[in-house]
């Protein structure tokens, strides 16, 4: 699985074998979210409407040290979506097509989800490499 997207002129391929790690987050001392992996966030992305990475600033330089510092931070191309999990295994995002005919709301109160998390996908714009860091979160 492989997702490309264009910023400034730049074509970017995201895929497992350029992922430095998913990073997880959360209050509640779980090591990994069931059932989601590199290849479902990749897929999540190409099936994504309206999919924009921006440019955001990070304090950590990226290990292929390209990277030129700007007031003591270093650019990077971010973007974020969230997903929902049920006794801490993976749902559903809010980028996918199954999402289009819901919403969060609908499935908390249905009880088909319990819990959320922002997923960031982290791109050096310099290497092409990025990681995911999920955060668990309150919507």
């Not at 479902?40 to 099936?47: D, N, T, W």
């Not at 921006?54 to 191309?77: P, T």
């Not at 289009?100 to 050096?124: A, M, W």
């Amino acid at each position: 699985m492989e997702y490309k997207f264009l910023y400034d002129n730049k074509e970017y391929q995201l895929n497992k074998e350029n992922c430095e790690g998913i990073f997880l987050n959360s209050d509640n001392d779980i090591e990994e979210i069931e059932n989601l992996s590199v290849e479902l966030i990749l897929s999540s992305l190409c099936e994504g409407n309206e999919v924009n990475f921006s440019k955001e600033y990070y304090g950590d330089k990226c290990l292929c040290d390209i990277q030129e510092e700007l007031n003591k931070s270093y650019a990077y191309l971010e973007y974020h979506f969230f997903i929902y999990t049920k006794e801490n295994k993976y749902i559903i995002n809010t980028i996918c097509k199954d999402y289009e005919s819901t919403s969060y709301n609908k499935l908390h109160r249905s009880g088909k989800i319990d819990n959320s998390y922002i997923v960031s996908i982290i791109v050096c714009p310099c290497c092409g490499n990025y990681t995911i860091e999920i955060e668990q979160c309150t919507v």
